[in-house]
């Protein structure tokens, strides 16, 4: 029988007393009894407006159908068809802005919990499912993917799976790109991305990590090493400053700095030997999810207080609902409609405060959110011995200084049509590294269409059905 309640079944999760002096998962999963009955939610409705929520287009009432009838590997074979990474998305994913913001039981209630679905299925199928991996035949052509996030994994999973000979280079020496070095261990664990590595691994993709390409090995000389096709999927790693005077004193961080010490480095574990400052008193600039997980580990690396600094209101927070919630219950403080002028000194060059000043709303601009516009004589200060800064990234332009006939946007993006395509011959781009900063589900949609394209066209070259050289 359909379950009618017009809530959600909640997601138990950690008290925000104790994880906040944590950093194991905040949110704990549902229960298989949890899961059915939030199956039950969906009615199975004939247009399946959330399919066309998901940029990978998961057959997303089908899976749930699976759950409601307690067939959890089936549900997960399911979603495999079109997503690569569940047990990532169902933790990431910004639900409530695709696939659960068009679910009908939205319009008068709260929608499926799809997310927590998908998480619970990933989960059970890594705890209970079949994994063993069947290694496709070769077909004897080789790809080389540039960047291990997953955009790059995505790609390298679908070629593989597809018998190419696939090596993945990666600059940093984990794979995982953000899903590693930015998303912290309390949203997202290290071993559920591990968990994915070891299977493209078993696929038989090779990882080369401590390669940046542009330095180590060019792009040209991984064609002249035999690579037919080159995918880039090298994110959007450059951070931006604001260019307000105080932001070279010690105590500054980008926030992509400060989350790869503390997660890709490990700083978060206590007998880390990677430097951080445990600051006391902690502003983060910037109200994205890069912004709240930096904040929540400033929090859980000892900091009394910390401060969200974002320049326009609640209502236009970037970041995900469920991460603005999770970072208000531990404590977090947001100072919203404020926007930083000034980082003050103390007299050995570290930071001793942050001037700002109030904000109001004016006229929309060109991204259609009203335009923040500084109050006049409202400048205050805030008092703090750390900032980090949050406010968005670029891709590195190596890339693009080391290959020639790569046409890139003003911005740093590569320029890229929807299969990946680039404007030089073989080489194909996706994910952040193309869009600039934006989503797992859609690095990995771009990873997949590139993959399709890649296929297509060595297939092209040689004979038609066959792949032999
Ligand atoms: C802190 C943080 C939190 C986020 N939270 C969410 C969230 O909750 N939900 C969500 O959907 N999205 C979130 N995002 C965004 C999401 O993680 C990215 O959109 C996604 O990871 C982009 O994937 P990608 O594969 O394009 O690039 P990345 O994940 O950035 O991976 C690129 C990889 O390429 C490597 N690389 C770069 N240059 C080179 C080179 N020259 N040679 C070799 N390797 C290179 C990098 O080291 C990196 O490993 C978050 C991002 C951050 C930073």
Redesign the pocket.
């Known amino acids: 029988m359909a379950n009618m309640s017009l809530k959600k079944n909640e997601m138990p999760s950690q008290d925000p007393k104790i994880r906040k002096d944590n950093f194991l998962e905040v949110a704990l999963g549902y229960s298989e009894e949890q899961a059915v009955d939030e199956a039950k939610r969906c009615l199975n409705c004939k247009t399946k407006p959330c399919i066309e929520g998901c940029p990978v287009r998961i057959y997303i009432p089908e899976f749930i159908q699976k759950v409601a009838e307690r067939d959890f590997e089936g549900a997960y074979q399911i979603i495999s068809v079109s997503s690569s990474l569940p047990a990532v998305?169902g933790?990431?994913?910004?639900q409530e802005t695709q696939c659960e913001q068009k679910c009908i039981r939205g319009k008068k209630g709260e929608p499926v919990a799809i997310g927590r679905l998908e998480r619970f299925v990933a989960d059970w199928h890594n705890q209970h499912g079949k994994t063993e991996v069947v290694k496709p035949k070769q077909n004897g052509h080789k790809v080389a993917i540039?960047?291990?996030?997953?955009?790059?994994?995505?790609c390298a999973g679908d070629l593989a799976k597809k018998g190419y000979d696939v090596t993945v280079?990666?600059?940093?020496h984990e794979?995982?790109?953000?899903?590693?070095?930015?998303?912290?261990e309390f949203?997202?664990p290290n071993a559920i991305v591990q968990k994915e590595i070891d299977s493209l691994k078993a696929l038989g993709v090779k990882i080369e990590t401590n390669?940046?390409?542009?330095?180590?090995l060019s792009i040209d000389e991984l064609m002249d090493m035999g690579f037919e096709a080159i995918f880039i999927?090298?994110?959007?790693?450059l951070p931006r400053f604001m260019g307000i005077p105080g932001e070279n004193l010690k105590g500054v961080y980008s926030?992509?700095e400060f989350?790869t010490r503390v997660n890709l480095m490990k700083a978060y574990q206590k007998d880390s030997t990677t430097p951080i400052y445990r600051a006391k008193k902690v502003a983060v600039v910037g109200g994205?999810?890069?912004a709240?997980?930096?904040a929540r580990c400033a929090l859980r690396l000892g900091a009394d207080k910390v401060y969200i600094v974002y320049r326009r209101s609640e209502a236009e927070l970037p970041?995900?609902v469920e991460?603005v919630e999770h970072a208000k219950e531990e404590g977090v403080i947001f100072k919203l409609l404020t926007n930083p002028v000034e980082i003050l000194p103390d007299e050995n060059n570290f930071v001793a405060g942050i001037k700002c000043v109030e904000m109001e709303l004016g006229e929309p601009d060109s991204s259609g959110r009203r335009r923040p516009v500084a109050k006049e004589n409202s400048e205050f200060i805030i008092d703090v011995d750390c900032v980090i800064m949050?406010i968005g990234?670029s891709p590195?332009p190596?890339?693009k200084a080391t290959t020639k006939g790569l046409e890139t946007e003003k911005w740093g993006g590569i320029i890229a049509d929807e299969t990946g395509k680039t404007s030089r011959p073989g080489v194909y781009a996706?994910?952040?590294?193309?869009?600039g900063?934006?989503?797992?589900?859609?690095?990995?949609g771009?990873?997949k269409n590139a993959a399709a394209a890649i296929d297509e066209e060595i297939k092209k070259k040689y004979s038609k059905n066959q792949l032999i050289k």
């Not at 794979?175 to 912290?184: A, D, F, K, S, T």
């Not at 999927?233 to 790693?237: C, E, N, Q, S």
């Open positions: 998305c933790r990431v994913c910004p540039i960047g291990s996030g997953p955009a790059g994994l995505t280079f990666e600059a940093l794979p995982g790109g953000v899903l590693v070095y930015g998303i912290p949203r997202l390669m940046v390409i542009g330095k180590v999927g090298t994110g959007a790693g926030a992509n989350l994205g999810n890069v709240m997980d930096a970041a995900r991460e949050a990234t590195n190596l890339i996706g994910g952040d590294a193309v869009t900063a934006a989503t797992v589900i859609l690095a990995m771009a990873g």
